[in-house]
Structure formats: structure tokens, C-alpha cells
T-cell receptor
Framework: AQTVTQSQPEMSVQEAETVTLSCTYD???????LFWYKQPPSRQMILVIR??????QNATENRFSVNFQKAAKSFSLKISDSQLGDTAMYFC?????????????FGTGTRLKVLA | KAGVTQTPRYLIKTRGQQVTLSCSPI?????VSWYQQTPGQGLQFLFE???????NKGNFPGRFSGRQFSNSRSEMNVSTLELGDSALYLC????????????FGPGTRLTVL
């Protein structure tokens, strides 16, 4: 069974600094997707960034980038130039297609606080 | 395009009661998934519906059930509520694109007393 582990329950970073959130996963699959979702306080969860496992190039979205290490089953999120609005719960998620449907597995989340 | 909506946003129930939560997906989305979110446990998958059929199910007791209507709206029911059912229940919809990005609703905060 697939598992997703986020080993940092809480982190903090100074505004304008860079922070990296860790995520490891366990799977025997070769084709899958990985996601980082952001859940701001009392607001809806939104997608931050996605990575297809078959792509070697790391995904980037503006200030957000990932370090995808397929062999090590690691998928970390780097936030550059942190802003107060980045304060949120961040969830790493694994998704794969199986038997005509898809299956999502989420980690337990990392609470990030950006300090002014 | 309107986002995913969930009603009600907050609920307070007592042990033994039952509750029904509702989710309206993004227009055109046929897949609706439900999750239970609790501190320290992250998001636990409950079930997924596609075209009125339950396509996937997590490891929750039979007290948790759901259904989907022809307009893709979905309901989740929890019977014989227990204190441990207190949580944020999230609904997510997705379209038919291959990457299956999920779009989440604001959630229903259920408190069981």
C-alpha cells in the first residue's frame, strides 16, 4: 500500500526567506502523480504544484518549485521569497490510476508560518 | 465558473444522531470525493463517486455512506455519530483530464457532543 510521510508537523520562516517542506512516499508503481496542496487558515484547499512521475524535470510555479527524486521517493517543496500569504497548512499527495479509477493519498500536513 | 460548494458549513450534533452533508461539484465535473480531516491525521479518504456510482472506498465503517445524484451533486451520511467523528469533512471534485487535479470545497465542520 502506498504511504505519504511529511515529517515536519510545523515550520516557520522569515518573510522573504526560502523554506523547504519535506515529503517522502512509498510505492511500487512507476507511473503516478505527486501534488502539493495549500490550505490557508479557514480557507479552501488549493493546488500549489503537480509533478508527473515520468517527467524528470522538476516542476516550478513562480516562487514554488519541487525537488523530485524518484529513486529516493522524495518530493520536497521549496518556497522562495516567502510571503505572509504563504502561511498555511501544506499537504503532499500521491495519486495513481488503478482499475479504472484514481486514488489519492495525502500526508498528514506541515503547518507553515511566515513571520513578518 | 463556480467552485465546489458544501452545505452546511458548520454542524453540531450529539452522539447517536445522524447527519447528512451535501456537496455540489464544479459544473461539468462528474467525480466527487469525500475526505475526513482531523489534526494529526491529515486527510483520510472516505469514498469517491463517479456518474452516480461509488467507484472507490476508503477504510471507514459502514456508518459512513454516500450517494451521488444525476446532476453530480453528492451527499454523505454518517449514522450513529460518535465523538471521534468530529472533524472537517472535505469534498473534492475533478474533471476528466488525465492529471485528475482535485478542486476542494470549504468543508463542513462537524462537532459531535
Amino acid at each position: 500500500a502506498q504511504t505519504v510521510t511529511q515529517s515536519q508537523p510545523e515550520m516557520s520562516v522569515q518573510e522573504a526567506e526560502t523554506v523547504t517542506l519535506s515529503c517522502t512516499y512509498d510505492t511500487s508503481e512507476s507511473n503516478y502523480y505527486l501534488f502539493w496542496y495549500k490550505q490557508p487558515p479557514s480557507r479552501q484547499m488549493i493546488l500549489v504544484i503537480r509533478q508527473e512521475a515520468y517527467k524528470q524535470q522538476n516542476a516550478t510555479e513562480n516562487r514554488f518549485s519541487v525537488n523530485f527524486q524518484k529513486a529516493a521517493k522524495s518530493f520536497s517543496l521549496k518556497i522562495s521569497d516567502s510571503q505572509l500569504g504563504d502561511t498555511a497548512m501544506y499537504f503532499c499527495a500521491f495519486m495513481k490510476w488503478t482499475s479504472g479509477t484514481y486514488k489519492y493519498i495525502f500526508g498528514t500536513g506541515t503547518r507553515l508560518k511566515v513571520l513578518a | 465558473k463556480a467552485g465546489v460548494t458544501q452545505t452546511p458549513r458548520y454542524l453540531i450534533k450529539t452522539r447517536g444522531q445522524q447527519v447528512t452533508l451535501s456537496c455540489s461539484p464544479i459544473s461539468g465535473h462528474r467525480s466527487v470525493s469525500w475526505y475526513q480531516q482531523t489534526p494529526g491525521q491529515g486527510l483520510q479518504f472516505l469514498f469517491e463517486y463517479f456518474s452516480e456510482t461509488q467507484r472507490n472506498k476508503g477504510n471507514f465503517p459502514g456508518r459512513f455512506s454516500g450517494r451521488q445524484f444525476s446532476n453530480s451533486r453528492s451527499e454523505m451520511n454518517v449514522s450513529t455519530l460518535e465523538l471521534g467523528d468530529s472533524a472537517l469533512y472535505l469534498c473534492a471534485s475533478s474533471g476528466t483530464s488525465g492529471n485528475n487535479e482535485q478542486f476542494f470545497g470549504p468543508g463542513t465542520r462537524l462537532t459531535v457532543l
